[in-house]
C-alpha cells in the first residue's frame, strides 16, 4: 500500500466535513485511466512511478490517529480499491489503537462485489462516483468500457451494505451513509441525464446525489478530454431535469463563471507540495515536512 498524502479536506460535502474537515487519506495507484484525473500524479506513473510513500499497517494506523488528533469527522480513504487487503489490515491496526472514527469509502465505483463484500465490517459511508452509464464515454475518457455495468452494480451492492449495516437505523435515515457523486462533463449532457434517471429509478429515498460542476481540463496531459468548462446552458439543463426527476435530497455545487473559473485551479492538487490543495481547502498532516 502507498499513500500520496493524508490532510484535513474541508471541500468534501458538508455532512463529511462537519465542523473538524474529513481525514482524508490519498492512496496512490488507481484502476482507472481517466483523461482529467485530478490527482493524476499519485493515481498512475506518467514518466516514473507514481508519488507516495509505502506504509505499513502500523503507519497507516498512526496517520489515522494524526487525523483525529487534528480533528478529523472521519478517516476518508481515496480511491484504495486496488489495495483492500492491506488497507482492511491498516484499517485493524487504527481500531486497536483506539480510532473509532467512521471510515468513508471514497471510490471510483470501478470495483467488483468481492471487494465490497470484504469491506463490509470495516466502512461505514460509501461516496462512490457515478461518472457514466455510456460504454462509449468510458472507453474514450476513462479507459473502461465495462465501466457502467460494473459501476451500477458496485453501488447497488454499497446500497445494500449500508442499509444492511445493525447500527445504520431503518428508512431514510441510511441515505446518508451513500452519497453517489456525478461530475457533469462538458459536452456530454446526455450522460449526466443518463445517470439521474438511473439514480431515480434505483436509489432515489436510499442514497443522496452529489452533482459536481467542478470539471477542469488538466494542462499539458495529452489524453483526449473535453477542453471547456460546464457552462450556465448546461447548467440550466441539469437542474431542471433534477426537477423532472424528482431528485430533492443531495448537494449541487454552484457554477462558477467568467473570471471566478480561475478559483477552479483550486481544485488541482499538487502532491509534489506539503500541503497538495490550497490552505482554504485542507489542512497537511503527512507525511511531515
Known amino acids: 500500500m502507498r499513500i500520496g498524502a493524508a490532510v484535513i479536506h474541508k471541500g468534501e460535502e458538508p455532512p463529511l466535513v ?3 474537515g474529513s481525514g482524508t487519506i490519498f492512496v496512490s495507484g488507481c484502476g482507472l485511466g481517466c483523461a482529467f484525473c485530478q490527482n493524476y500524479q499519485i493515481s498512475h506513473a506518467e514518466g516514473g512511478e507514481a508519488l507516495g510513500r509505502e506504509v505499513s499497517p502500523e503507519t497507516f494506523a498512526r496517520i489515522c490517529a494524526a487525523l483525529r488528533d487534528k480533528g478529523a469527522e472521519n478517516i476518508n480513504i481515496v480511491t484504495g480499491s486496488h489495495a483492500v487487503p492491506a488497507l482492511i489490515e491498516g484499517i485493524c491496526a487504527a481500531r486497536r489503537a483506539g480510532v473509532r472514527l467512521p471510515v468513508l469509502w471514497n471510490s471510483s465505483a470501478y470495483e467488483n462485489l468481492g471487494t465490497l463484500e470484504m469491506l463490509r465490517e470495516y466502512v461505514d459511508i460509501f461516496l462512490p462516483d457515478l461518472k457514466t452509464l455510456d460504454s462509449g464515454i468510458a472507453a474514450k475518457y476513462f479507459n473502461a468500457p465495462d465501466y457502467p455495468s460494473a459501476a451500477a452494480a458496485a453501488i447497488l451492492k454499497m446500497i445494500e451494505t449500508a442499509n444492511g449495516k445493525p447500527d445504520s437505523g431503518a428508512g431514510e435515515n441510511t441515505r446518508e451513509n ?5 461530475l457533469i462533463l462538458p459536452g456530454h449532457l446526455e450522460s449526466t441525464r443518463q445517470v439521474l434517471r438511473w439514480f431515480a429509478d434505483n436509489a432515489k429515498g436510499r442514497a443522496l446525489l452529489s452533482l459536481m ?3 477542469t481540463p488538466i494542462p499539458g496531459r495529452e489524453k ?11 447548467y440550466e439543463t441539469v437542474l431542471k431535469w433534477l426537477d423532472e426527476f ?3 435530497d443531495g448537494f449541487c455545487q454552484e457554477l462558477v463563471t467568467g ?15 506539503h500541503n497538495p ?3 482554504e481547502l485542507s489542512v497537511p498532516v503527512w507525511p511531515d515536512p
Open 224 to 234: 483526449p478530454m473535453p477542453n471547456r468548462y460546464v457552462n450556465r446552458e448546461e
Open 213 to 215: 460542476t467542478q470539471y
Open 18 to 20: 462537519g465542523t473538524g
Open 259 to 273: 473570471n471566478d473559473l480561475l478559483s477552479y485551479s483550486d481544485w488541482l492538487p499538487d502532491f509534489r507540495r
Open 277 to 279: 490543495f490550497s490552505s
Open 178 to 182: 451513500v452519497i453517489i457523486r456525478h
Open 246 to 248: 424528482g431528485i430533492e
